[in-house]
């Protein structure tokens, strides 16, 4: 086996759906997570391929997308030092803030460098004393070891001209505050398959007991997604809410211990405000007091900023699944990836940089996706 | 810090966070770390389990 064409087969793909099809009697709402999963969802087309009966939302599992606005302006603020050497993921690189973006302020003459990870930030640090190096630390859970792992070598090694700005985000309080809104109409959730081969699915026992929803932790892959779907419209069909695990190849209950661990030790959780969707308590990490030395939070003083984001995004109401990147009335036209205004369409797991690339900006609006009555359709190859 | 085969690219990767990982094993790699070993087991099991799906229901007559 090689882990990955196995899952992607077309034949294995039309008999989920046949199942899929065969046990579905009543319309269902499910929310994937994360931002890789609406990927491939949108790329081989899977929600148009499941029965119209199940609706697929995309959730707010896009780093990039909910890093706050303020964030990003300090991000902003700090990488214009000319002390400076600013290092980040590359699709932090586009995000529009209040005024600019990094790439602008790139081509203005700020070093900033685009790293694959923590670890060549420091490598950096490391051969640029004379310099401040600080790397944009955001992410979900996913991203939180490696993140504490270079925090955690820069205490060690001394490098002291290393910091992180820290903006991480967890994904069980997302999901809460998802299901508290009055507005909600997810039933049912794909959980994230890469978070919890870190963290486990633990957390989100209390979450589907509380509310009474399946959450099925899922992979990335066409097949895990149907699997996925499948799970979880089998517990709604059943009227059951477990979280059960359908990525038991990678993802064990308990998750990586060693990595918790060393998490734990750099960070510690506290509120995190999230771009489109406003503060959502205890969602997030914080740089611990011992490694204040490395938190450029800390050590560069930022004004005030006042934010602004663009009127017309909705990027927001797309994050929170309240609304699809073609109901924006300026999806494709005034908004694209090349001149994006908000984060959905910058990030390559925004739901709108997913639904660009996959053409659907270019389909008359009969084509779209709309959830039609419970009648049981061929399917559409 | 390992070496890791992305379909023919080869990256430095950490291995930190799997001590258990050996040569030729596969591992789920985000921004330069491993954070988990790929379970052969599970894996041929996932994929049993999608290939016997619809085998009953094949047989059923569909409703009309």
Known sequence: MKYLDEYRSEELAQKV??????????????????????????????????????????????????????????????????????????????VPGSDSDLL???????????????????????????????F???????????????????RKQGIKNFSVLVSHVLVPPAIASIL???????????????VCTVMGYQEYEPIAERFHVPIVITGFEPLDILQGVLMTVQQLEQGKWDVENQYPRVVKREGNLMAQDLVNQVFEIGDR???????????????RY???????????????????????????LVLRGVKKPHDCPAF????????????????????????????????QPEQRSEPKDVTVEQPVV | M??????????????????EVEAGDYVLVHVGFALGKVDEEEAARTYKLLEEMNQLSELEVPDL
Request: charged fraction near 25%; charge should be neutral; glycine fraction near 10%.
């Open chain 1, 136 to 154: 944009f630390a955001i992410g979900f859970e996913t991203t939180a070891p490696g993140n504490a792992m270079a925090v955690f070598q820069a």
């Open chain 1, 180 to 194: 508290q809104s009055p507005f909600n109409r997810v039933q049912g959730f794909l959980g994230p398959g890469h």
């Open chain 1, 273 to 287: 405000k999230w771009r489109g969707v406003g503060s959502i308590p205890k969602s997030g990490y914080k740089l």
């Open chain 1, 290 to 316: 011992e490694f204040r030395d490395h938190d450029a939070e800390r050590i560069f003083e930022v004004e005030e900023i006042d934010t602004k984001e663009p009127e017309i995004c909705i990027s927001g």
């Open chain 2, 2 to 19: 390992g070496k890791a085969n992305f379909g023919g690219i080869v990256k430095q990767v950490c291995l930190e966070y799997t001590p």
């Open chain 1, 17 to 94: 759906v046949g199942e899929i099809r065969r046990i579905v009697t009543k319309p269902w709402v499910l929310m994937e997570v994360c931002g890789g999963q609406t990927h491939t969802i949108v790329k081989y087309g899977i929600d148009r391929l499941i029965p119209p009966e199940v609706e697929l939302v995309h959730g707010p599992g896009c780093p990039v997308c909910v890093t706050s606005l303020e964030m990003i302006d300090k991000a902003h603020a700090i990488a214009r030092r000319p002390d400076v050497i600013f290092t980040s993921f590359g699709d932090m690189l586009r």
């Open chain 1, 332 to 363: 494709g036209t005034l908004c694209t990836p090349e001149r994006p205004l908000g984060a959905t369409m910058v990030s390559a797991e925004g739901a709108c940089a997913a639904y660009y690339a996959y053409g659907r900006h270019l389909q």
């Open chain 1, 104 to 134: 602008v302020l790139k081509s203005r003459g700020a070093d900033i460098r685009v790293v694959y990870s923590p670890i060549d930030a420091l490598k950096i640090a490391r051969a640029n004393p004379d310099k401040k190096v600080v």
